[in-house]
């Protein structure tokens, strides 16, 4: 059986990897927050840091990053109701409205003009019901590598489609996060490991190195 080293690096090829950013987004994450708890963990842990070192690391080895933005037109056209989720959001003061700053791609992370921003304006995940598949279908990816929020819907929803659609998922487990803090690792112990190759930002950007240097 190979160890997890060998695993990663057969399952991170640049040739068959893409990277989704998940809800990585002004109006989430950003300091204008709409869930500032929300955007507190993800900056207090790192991970949104290490959400823009992988893409950083991703435009530089030529790997295809796409940015999943769930947003909201002004007038709620096409908008889920049927969770209590989706009514709350509805009456947060910061509103993911389309074209607006909410729905941004947040600092510090970059965005190459190689990028694709994938938007949807309903339903809880970042690929079904939206183009992600079919994208990455088009530029031959075999793995996905998931990052972003939140652990506690977004992030599952990402990782289940994904291996449901035939992909291998590979999540740093420190460039996702949830609240509250301490429910992410547990939802990543119990339920992501069953699925997903998790491993780390560290390790993930190492095997990346390894690839642009021949080795």
Request: hydrophobic share 45%; glycine share 8%.
């Given at each position: 059986?190979?160890?997890?080293?060998?695993?990663?690096?057969?399952?991170?090829?640049?040739?068959?990897?893409?990277?989704?950013?998940?809800?990585?987004?002004?109006?989430?994450?950003?300091?204008?927050?709409?869930?500032?708890?929300?955007?507190?963990?993800?900056?207090?842990?790192?991970?949104?840091?290490?959400?823009?070192?992988?893409?950083?690391?991703?435009?530089?080895?030529?790997?295809?990053?796409?940015?999943?933005v769930a947003e909201r037109?002004?007038?709620?056209?096409?908008?889920?109701?049927?969770?209590?989720?989706?009514?709350?959001?509805?009456?947060?003061?910061?509103?993911?409205?389309?074209?607006?700053?909410?729905?941004?791609?947040?600092?510090?992370?970059?965005?190459?003009?190689?990028?694709?921003?994938?938007?949807?304006?309903?339903?809880?995940?970042?690929?079904?019901?939206?183009?992600?598949?079919?994208?990455?279908?088009?530029?031959?990816?075999?793995?996905?590598?998931?990052?972003?929020?939140?652990?506690?819907?977004?992030?599952?929803?990402?990782v289940f489609d994904a291996?449901?659609?035939?992909?291998?998922?590979?999540?740093?487990?420190?460039?996702?996060?949830?609240?509250?803090?301490?429910?992410?690792?547990?939802?990543?112990?119990?339920?992501?490991?069953?699925?997903?190759?998790?491993?780390?930002?560290?390790?993930?950007?190492?095997?990346?190195?390894?690839?642009?240097?021949?080795?």
């Amino acid at each position: 059986m190979p160890s997890d080293t060998a695993r990663l690096i057969g399952q991170l090829d640049p040739a068959a990897t893409a990277l989704l950013t998940v809800e990585c987004q002004r109006g989430v994450v950003g300091p204008d927050s709409a869930l500032p708890e929300l955007a507190d963990a993800v900056r207090e842990s790192g991970a949104l840091a290490n959400v823009a070192r992988l893409v950083a690391a991703a435009h530089g080895a030529g790997i295809q990053v796409l940015h999943a933005v769930a947003e909201r037109r002004p007038d709620g056209r096409g908008a889920s109701h049927n969770a209590r989720l989706f009514k709350a959001a509805a009456r947060l003061p910061v509103q993911q409205l389309t074209g607006s700053a909410a729905v941004q791609i947040a600092d510090p992370i970059p965005v190459s003009d190689d990028d694709l921003v994938v938007r949807r304006l309903h339903g809880l995940s970042p690929i079904a019901g939206t183009d992600v598949d079919a994208l990455l279908r088009n530029f031959g990816c075999r793995t996905l590598v998931v990052t972003g929020v939140s652990a506690n819907v977004a992030i599952p929803n990402a990782v289940f489609d994904a291996v449901n659609l035939g992909y291998t998922a590979v999540v740093p487990a420190d460039a996702i996060a949830g609240v509250p803090a301490d429910y992410t690792p547990e939802m990543i112990r119990h339920t992501l490991a069953l699925v997903a190759t998790v491993t780390t930002t560290d390790e993930v950007l190492a095997q990346w190195g390894r690839r642009r240097r021949g080795e």
